[in-house]
């Protein structure tokens, strides 16, 4: 069956060292998108791509990069952790832009 | 970007319908509604979307105003498995798609 994995599923790291959380979906969607949740604010875009090599920044986009090199994988980085970006990180993929989006099971980051 | 209303939580018992309410006054004429639910510790799950007429699938029926301003997710008969949080979000082609997410509904089912 088709599916979207994340790993690692739990990350502990320290602030300052570059973190990269990685997405990887078997439906050929070609959106793929990246959320952050956090108690009191709900999920928030990070960043999204509708295509191998089209990234795009969402809402709170800052400390965060993304790069897709290929139709399966969106892996998104964080450049230089901070406390700040201690959350729960969601990867999703749709096959059209309004389509409905399938999640991963989540990534819990804990900075340092 | 438009933006949802939710009650923070409701309560259901099992077996009964349920009706989730959301208010989405600012809806652009591209907006799709969209829900989805999610369980603790798991990522969000689709439930149902739709643009202007009234959708049903396996897991829910979702009801649309006439006016598109709100619209309903209706669990038809709730069971202990459905106890999540329900979000209502919208999502627009003009904006890539993304979808801007709410508080959500916390709903509990009583045995």
């Known amino acids: 069956d088709a599916e979207i994995t994340q790993s690692p599923r739990h990350k502990i790291t320290e602030t300052g060292r570059q973190v990269t959380l990685a997405c990887h979906q078997t439906w050929n969607h070609n959106n793929m998108f990246w959320y952050r949740q956090d108690l009191g604010h709900g999920l928030r875009l990070i960043h999204y791509?509708?295509?191998?090599?089209?990234?795009n920044k969402g809402e709170v986009s800052d400390g965060y990069s993304v790069s897709r090199s290929n139709t399966e994988d969106l892996p998104l980085t964080l450049e230089s952790a901070a406390s700040s970006q201690t959350s729960v990180y969601f990867c999703a993929s749709s096959i059209g832009r309004v389509d409905e989006q399938y999640f991963g099971p989540g990534t819990r980051l804990t900075v340092t | 970007d438009a933006k949802t209303t939710q009650p923070n939580s409701m309560e259901s018992n099992e077996e009964e319908p349920v009706h989730l309410p959301c208010n989405h006054s600012?809806?652009?004429?591209?907006?799709?509604i969209h829900w989805y639910r999610q369980l603790p510790s798991q990522g969000p799950e689709y439930v149902i979307h739709?643009?202007?007429s009234n959708v049903n699938n396996r897991m829910a029926s979702l009801a649309i105003a006439e006016d598109r301003k709100s619209s309903t997710l209706i669990l038809h008969r709730a069971t202990l498995r459905d106890a999540a949080v329900y979000y209502c979000t919208l999502s627009s082609y003009n904006q890539g798609g993304k979808l801007i997410f709410g508080q959500g509904t916390e709903l509990s089912v009583k045995p």
């Open positions: 739709g643009l202007t």
């Open positions: 791509s509708y295509g191998v090599h089209d990234t």
């Open positions: 600012t809806i652009s004429g591209t907006d799709y």
